[in-house]
T-cell receptor, first 113, second 112 residues
Framework: EAQVTQNPRYLITVTGKKLTVTCSQN?????MSWYRQDPGLGLRQIYY???????DKGDVPEGYKVSRKEKRNFPLILESPSPNQTSLYFC????????????FGDGTRLSIL | GENVEQHPSTLSVQEGDSAVIKCTYS??????FPWYKQELGKRPQLIID???NVGEKKDQRIAVTLNKTAKHFSLHITETQPEDSAVYFC???????????WGAGTKLIIKP
């Protein structure tokens, strides 16, 4: 089954404790992206990757890091999480360029205390 | 860069009536316009999309129209049902640019 898998689905942690949210897709998609979703603010892109070893900032990259060492994986790293990073996070992937459907993971709800 | 505005932010309609959500975009080079539905606590899912060489596309009770001159596109849902209650997002992208620019979302409420 074609899918985007995120882990963990839920995480409660404390300020300053490094964490990684993993994302993996099995569709051989070149393009992958991370979004955060906050009430009333819609989907805001954090980082995206056009292919292996190619990443770029989205609209809200501060406080986040990403890497793309393999085509299928695109982890999101919070080196020193803060409460304002409490949010619902989605990973997404898409084949090739712009006008292709984007597939989302089931989301990760992060709470930073 | 591209900017997408979506209206209304909340839409309440009687079950069985039609619902229309509108989006405007700023970049005339945009050529792909998807619509996503997000049910409470779930991931956004593509419900319909349209490319700039087409003016209208239908899929059962859902249709999308595109006016390239005016730079706006709309989602039409006919004969609304309780399961249509969700948040709907529009987006726009340019083929040569990997970015999807998103609208802020519309919460659709279907009243019984």
């Amino acid at each position: 089954e074609a899918q985007v898998t995120q882990n963990p689905r839920y995480l409660i942690t404390v300020t300053g404790k490094k964490l990684t949210v993993t994302c993996s897709q099995n569709m051989n998609h070149e393009y992958m992206s991370w979004y955060r979703q906050d009430p009333g603010l819609g989907l805001r892109q954090i980082y995206y990757s056009m292919n292996v070893e190619v990443t770029d900032k989205g609209d809200v990259p501060e406080g986040y890091k990403v890497s793309r060492k393999e085509k299928r994986n695109f982890p999101l790293i919070l080196e020193s999480p803060s409460p304002n990073q409490t949010s619902l996070y989605f990973c997404a992937s898409r084949k090739e360029r712009g006008n292709q459907p984007q597939h989302f993971g089931d989301g990760t709800r992060l709470s930073i205390l | 860069g591209e900017n997408v505005e979506q209206h209304p932010s909340t839409l309440s309609v009687q079950e069985g009536d039609s619902a229309v959500i509108k989006c405007t975009y700023s970049d005339s080079a945009s050529n792909y316009f998807p619509w996503y539905k997000q049910e409470l606590g779930k991931r956004p899912q593509l419900i319909i999309d349209i490319r700039s060489n087409v003016g209208e596309k239908k899929d059962q009770r859902i249709a999308v129209t595109l006016n390239k001159t005016a730079k706006h596109f709309s989602l039409h849902i006919t004969e609304t049902q309780p399961e249509d209650s969700a948040v709907y997002f529009c987006a726009a992208s340019i083929y040569s640019n990997y970015q999807l620019i998103w609208g802020a979302g519309t919460k659709l409420i279907i009243k019984p």
